[in-house]
């Protein structure tokens, strides 16, 4: 009945439209009938009507729920559910099953849209900041201290926890690196953890408008015990274990490539910067930064733009753009531009970070392969970004000094310009040094001037790709981040 594109976003529609239908219809009412209740079961009630709103709008959007191992599930014992994590309704899909007493255990609700993230404050769900990124985004969410000491105090009164280890859906179907913070939990509430695998959910409900007929398979495997102690080596044990369980489960599409990699030292991964692992330009925001700080003129910002219009009309090459454009510079002392790099990356890039790569890299930097920057963007930014991501090392462009009065100052000339073909050409100088074997090694771009490199490598994936770049994904079956 449904079929292609069109029908796959009609359903997604119809979805919304019941989902819409029973909150608007259930918040007034609930908002007046839980002035009735007892506090400790105003959020009951929340959930019981959230999961029916989730089964009414499955229902009609033609997605069967199969339920396995249900014999695991207690609705009476507190425990902790954890699952992986494949789209952004997983949460309800277990709160349908599991009943008024599993509360979710899930990112910032400033993350979600108003709405949702008010039903989810009602259903009295647990957020947490979850890494330094939330920290700077969403900084009126709970510390993962905070949030541990929240969800051991629910465990303690009986009820149990609906988790996500990976902390994030699942961007390109497979499974990402689990965190320990379920497993501590478990141990310092003496509760035991439930292994769920999560089926279907990406195929079935690819992206937050798009519902695809079928069926999700959610099953239950038996409780894990708590760990014995809280030692670091315990938990990380007991993390494995809760892994390999909700792996096995899983069909082997889930399973990252480099899952089960025994010479992940030869693995690579190259990632640009500017609107891949950056929404936004680097050297656009340290501009309009510097201006803020009467660092630079009008003039200057005027004159950067006029050369941005000759190169977007073709009428001077980007090399001699970005040769103009670095004359910014000249005279500049260097470690004053670090310093003030350093500050606008702590203060506003963190906050435009695209957290689909960041999550990415963790699992790569987990899995312990060679994490390289490789961006036009210049080496006092793209040093921070390293920094930050503790990377191997940052293929970038180089600026010329010079010592003036015992001081670093840029000439302002460019020593290499990382662009294009000579981005090709320094990852496989640094892959040949290294000893990385690209066509294992992975790597992350956004526009077509990135195709060189990323031809080199087993595993390209382009990130909100330019047009140009998502066709030659589309023709060479590359993976895309960001599609719909």
């Given at each position: 009945?449904?079929?292609g594109?069109m029908?796959?976003?009609?359903?997604?529609?119809?979805?919304?439209i019941?989902?819409?239908f029973v909150v608007?219809?259930a918040t007034?009412?609930?908002a007046i009938f839980?002035?009735?209740?007892?506090?400790?079961n105003?959020?009951?009630?929340?959930?019981?009507v959230?999961?029916?709103a989730c089964?009414?709008?499955?229902?009609?959007?033609s997605?069967r729920i199969?339920v396995?191992g249900?014999e695991?599930v207690?609705p009476?014992?507190?425990?902790?559910?954890?699952?992986n994590?494949?789209c952004?309704?997983d949460g309800f899909i277990?709160?349908s099953?599991l009943?008024?007493r599993a509360l979710l255990?899930?990112?910032p609700?400033s993350?979600?849209?108003k709405?949702?993230a008010y039903?989810m404050r009602?259903?009295?769900?647990i957020?947490?900041r979850?890494?330094?990124i939330d920290d700077a985004?969403?900084?009126?969410?709970?510390?993962i201290r905070?949030a541990l000491?929240?969800?051991k105090k629910?465990?303690k009164?009986g009820n149990?926890?609906?988790?996500?280890?990976?902390?994030?859906?699942?961007?390109?179907?497979?499974?990402?690196?689990?965190?320990?913070?379920?497993?501590?939990?478990s141990?310092?509430?003496r509760?035991?953890i439930?292994?769920?695998?999560m089926?279907?959910t990406?195929?079935?409900i690819?992206?937050?408008?798009?519902?695809?007929?079928g069926?999700?398979?959610v099953?239950?495997?038996?409780?894990?015990?708590?760990?014995?102690?809280t030692?670091?080596?315990?938990?990380?044990?007991a993390?494995?274990?809760?892994?390999k369980?909700i792996?096995?489960?899983?069909?082997?599409?889930?399973?990252?490539?480099?899952y089960f990699?025994?010479?992940?030292?030869k693995?690579g991964?190259?990632?640009d910067?500017?609107?891949?692992?950056?929404?936004?330009i680097?050297l656009?925001?340290?501009?309009?930064y510097?201006?803020?700080?009467h660092r630079i003129?009008?003039?200057?910002?005027?004159?950067?733009?006029?050369l941005?219009f000759?190169e977007?009309m073709?009428q001077?090459?980007h090399?001699e753009f970005?040769?103009?454009?670095m004359?910014?510079?000249r005279?500049?002392?260097?470690?004053?531009l670090?310093?003030?790099?350093?500050r606008?990356?702590k203060?506003?890039?963190?906050?435009?970070f695209?957290?689909y790569?960041?999550t990415?890299?963790k699992?790569?930097?987990?899995?312990?392969h060679?994490?390289v920057?490789v961006?036009?963007?210049?080496h006092?930014?793209a040093r921070?970004?390293k920094?930050?991501l503790?990377?191997?090392?940052?293929?970038?462009?180089k600026l010329?000094?010079?010592?003036r009065?015992n001081?670093?100052t840029?000439?302002?000339?460019i020593?290499?310009l990382c662009?294009?073909e000579k981005k090709?050409e320094?990852?496989?100088?640094f892959a040949a040094?290294?000893?990385?074997?690209?066509?294992?090694s992975?790597g992350?771009?956004?526009?077509?001037n990135d195709?060189?490199f990323?031809?080199?490598?087993?595993h390209p994936v382009?990130?909100?790709?330019?047009h140009?770049l998502?066709a030659l994904?589309?023709?060479e079956?590359?993976?895309i981040l960001?599609?719909?």
């Open positions: 009945m449904y079929k594109r029908g796959s976003r009609l359903l997604g529609q119809w979805f919304h019941v989902m819409g608007i219809v007034p009412f609930l839980e002035l009735f209740l007892p506090h400790k105003r959020g009951r009630a929340w959930r019981v959230g999961a029916f089964r009414a709008a499955f229902a009609f959007s997605i199969r396995m249900r695991s207690n009476l014992a507190p425990a902790i559910y954890a699952a994590h494949g952004t309704l277990l709160s099953i009943g008024r255990f899930t990112a609700l993350v979600f849209p709405p949702i039903w009602k259903m009295e769900a957020d947490v979850r890494d330094k985004k969403y900084p009126k969410g709970e510390s905070e000491l929240s969800a629910e465990l009164a149990s926890l609906i988790i996500f280890p990976e902390g994030h859906i699942q961007y390109l179907d497979v499974m990402h690196y689990f965190h320990t913070g379920s497993n501590r939990l141990a310092t509430a509760v035991p439930v292994p769920v695998a089926i279907n990406p195929e079935c690819p992206n937050r408008y798009n519902i695809n007929p069926t999700i398979t099953r239950f495997d038996r409780p894990i015990p708590p760990p014995a102690d030692h670091p080596r315990t938990i990380r044990a993390r494995d274990t809760l892994e369980r792996v096995a489960m899983l069909p082997p599409r889930y399973v990252p490539p480099y990699d025994n010479n992940p030292h693995v991964v190259f990632v910067i500017d609107d891949t692992m950056y929404e936004g680097t656009v925001d340290l501009l309009r510097l201006l803020e700080l003129h009008n003039a200057d910002i005027v004159r950067s733009g006029y941005l000759l977007r073709h001077i090459p090399k970005m040769k103009r454009e004359l910014m510079l005279g500049w002392d260097a470690d004053s670090h310093t003030l790099v350093a606008l990356f203060r506003r890039m963190l906050k435009k695209n957290y790569l960041f990415l890299l699992d790569h930097a987990e899995a312990r060679a994490i920057f961006t036009e963007t210049i006092p930014i921070e970004f920094n930050f503790k990377a191997r090392t940052v293929i970038d462009t010329e000094t010079e010592v009065h001081h670093k840029y000439t302002g000339r020593k290499c662009y294009k090709a320094l990852v496989s100088r040094d290294a000893g990385i074997d690209l066509s294992k992975y992350y771009g956004d526009s077509i195709a060189p990323l031809k080199l490598l087993g382009v990130v909100h790709p330019d140009a998502r994904a589309e023709r079956r590359w993976a960001g599609k719909e």
